[in-house]
Structure formats: C-alpha cells, structure tokens
C-alpha cells in the first residue's frame, strides 16, 4: 500500500457514529411545536440520505484501495523482472563469446557423429552382407545356409546369369531352411494388382510384402532343380503348406519374357491340399498382358496376376479382402484349403534347389532340349 495515499476509512467510522447518534437524538427529541417537529423529521430525511451517500462512498474508497494493492503488487513483480534481466544482460555479454566458442566445438563433434553415423548406415543398409566374405557370391539362399548363415533376414545373392546380383529375403528355419522367398502377402500394404512389367521385374520391400519378379525367379528355378514351398495362414490361426518337388519358372527358354514365364510344377505333398498342379504348363497373365485360355483376361477378371489357365484354382497375388469375402475367387485363394471366397492372412512362396529332385514328369522338356523361342 503507497503510504501517500490517505486512508480515510477511521474517518468513514467516526461519521457513521456520528451520524448515529445525531439520528438516535432526532428520534428521541420531543416537541409540540409542529413547526419544529416538521424540521426534525426533514433533517432525519437528510442525515439518512447523508448516510447512504457516506455508505457507497466508503465501498468505494475501500474497492479502489485493493486495486491500488493489486497494482503494487504487480508493480513489484515488474521491477524484480526488470532488475533480473538487466543482470543477465550484463552476464550474457561476457559471456557470448564463450558460447559461441563452446557451440562451435559442438558443431564439429556433431559433424563428426554424422560422418560415423553415415559409415554405420550404410553398412546397416545391407543387412547380413557385411558378414559375407569378400569374393564368397552364393546363388542363393541355400548356399548362404550351407556357407553358415542360419539367421532369417536379407541377403545379397548372385545367381549365375545374374551376376550383378539383387537382395532377398532368406528363410533359414522353415523346414531345414535355405529357402529364397519368392513372393509374400501378409498385411495387405502392397497393391498387387500391377501390370506385366512390374511382375516381370518384382516389386514391394524384400522385408514385407513384395513379389520378387518372374525374370529373377526364372534365373533361381529355371533349370529345373528346384522346390517350392508355399506357407499359407487365414485368420483364425490355421496354417498350412504346400510343397512341390518340381517347380521352375520360364524352364529351358532362352527368351523367358517372350515365353511367358511358363510354370513347371509336379510333386505335391503337405497340408494345404494341392492348388497349383492345374498351373502347370501355363504362361503368366497379367492384367495387361493376356495368355491365360479363357475368352476373358483372367488376371482382369480375378484382380490378380497368376499362371491363369481358365481361370484358377489358387489367386495368391488376388486382392488382399481379410478372409470371407461376398465376391468370388477374386482375394489371396488357396481353394483347396479354404475355398474361393476366403482371402488368406498371409502367403509365402519359397524356393531352394532341390537336392535329391524326383525324377521330371513326361510333360516336361528335357534339359538338352532348350524350349524354343516364341516369334
Ligand atoms: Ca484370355
């Protein structure tokens, strides 16, 4: 509270009792003069309106009091802000030039950080590969095992007519391992309704969903040494598999793109019941390039891309529908396990070389007699 300011409310007090006794006279102040009575009764009138008008302007003095108080009060904060900054000023001046020097230094350790950083990504960026020994370029995945690799993960492998090589994912654990993983659905971020180029070269990320490509799947299967193992899920925690004792893509051709990434595929045995074994001798059908044999573009039809003859009896590059679904045979369909209108939770097509491989069925070509080119 400022000490100038006068404090009035004693004052206030004292003309209220004042004023009081001055009503409690009138009242008790008995006259016959009617001329007299007529006058008290008027200044009783006035003393009241007087100490009505004394009342307010007492609240008022005492309302503009607090707000005096709450001014000085932040009045005070202000001045102790004020007095704090000026001193960080004047600390802050000497001290600038420390500053400055200690971020530098910063600077280049962070710069330094980066660079190791960089280093360390790069090596990250090829997963596993760091642990392949210069010169060691396996053909794929089962050679990796042999080599020791038992991890699951990425890879780099150089396939003989491949030498510039590309990654995979490797499945070392599944049934003995070595497996080189062909195609994968299992959450449905990836569109799989693409066109022949994308399926002739692959797309989607090795780690998740993605198909690896018919020209790369050919340079893995195409002389006929292969297996195929196909990993399937629905969503109420079955599994299942199939596994092919035969299974080549594009066998014997010299030109596999204009072939048509023929299908070779024999032997079936596991769990899942066999879904493919009708695909054999069928070229790829994409939704742009049509060589299924039905009158329609099977892949167009099935919203898929898949070794169609008229049409399917498995859909597993079928649109991703989450189980049961209205439409027909158009989702990720195995039929022989859950029918043609039940899109799987996940798919995993696999290969490795075939080591003690069962003898090749007559439908197919012999290896010393090369498919002929289609012109
Ligand atoms: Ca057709």
Not at 147 to 157: M, N, P, Q, R
Not at 265 to 291: E, P
Request: charged share 25%.
């Amino acid at each position: 509270m400022d000490p100038n300011c006068p404090d009035y409310s004693n004052d206030f007090l004292r003309w209220e009792e004042v004023q009081n006794s001055l009503l409690s006279l009138l009242r008790n102040h008995n006259t016959d003069n009617w001329q007299e009575r007529g006058l008290v009764q008027k200044l009783g009138e006035e003393l009241k309106l007087l100490a009505g008008h004394a009342h307010s302007m007492r609240v008022e003095a005492e309302t503009l009091k607090r707000g005096q108080n709450a001014l000085m009060e932040r009045i005070n904060i202000l001045q102790s802000e004020q007095s704090r900054i000026s001193q960080l000023l004047s600390e802050s001046q000497g001290g600038v030039s420390k500053v400055v020097r200690s971020v530098a230094d910063s600077l280049h350790g962070l710069q330094r950080e980066t660079e190791s950083l960089r280093t360390m990504k790069t090596e990250l960026q090829k997963p596993n590969d760091f642990r392949q020994t210069k010169g060691f370029r396996p053909q794929d995945c089962s050679e990796l095992l042999d080599a020791g690799f038992t991890e699951d993960g990425v890879y780099s492998i150089f396939p003989t007519h491949e030498p510039r090589g590309f990654s995979v994912y490797c499945d070392m654990t599944t049934d003995g391992g070595g497996w080189t993983v062909i195609q994968r659905r299992s959450d449905g971020s990836v569109n799989f309704f693409r066109g022949w180029t994308a399926y002739r070269d692959g797309f989607g990320q090795v780690t998740g969903e993605h198909w690896l490509g018919l020209q790369r799947m050919f340079y893995l299967t195409g002389f006929g040494h292969s297996e195929l193992r196909i990993d399937i899920a629905d969503f109420e925690n079955g599994t299942a598999y199939a596994s092919y004792g035969l299974f080549a893509v594009g066998l014997d051709s010299v030109n596999p793109d204009e072939d048509g990434y023929v299908l070779t595929v024999d032997h079936y045995s596991g769990t899942a019941g066999d879904s493919l074994l009708k695909h054999s001798g069928m070229q790829f059908t994409t939704k742009d390039r049509d060589q299924d044999q039905s009158e329609n573009n099977c892949a167009a039809y099935y919203q898929g891309a898949w070794w169609y003859r008229n049409c399917h009896t498995s859909n597993l590059n079928g649109q991703y529908l989450r189980g049961g679904h209205a439409s027909y045979a158009d989702g990720v369909e195995w039929s022989s396990w859950t029918g043609w209108q039940y899109s799987l939770r996940s798919s995993e097509m696999k290969v490795r070389p075939n080591k003690s491989p069962a003898p090749r069925s007559s439908a197919s070509h012999s290896d010393s007699e090369p498919r002929p080119v289609l012109n």
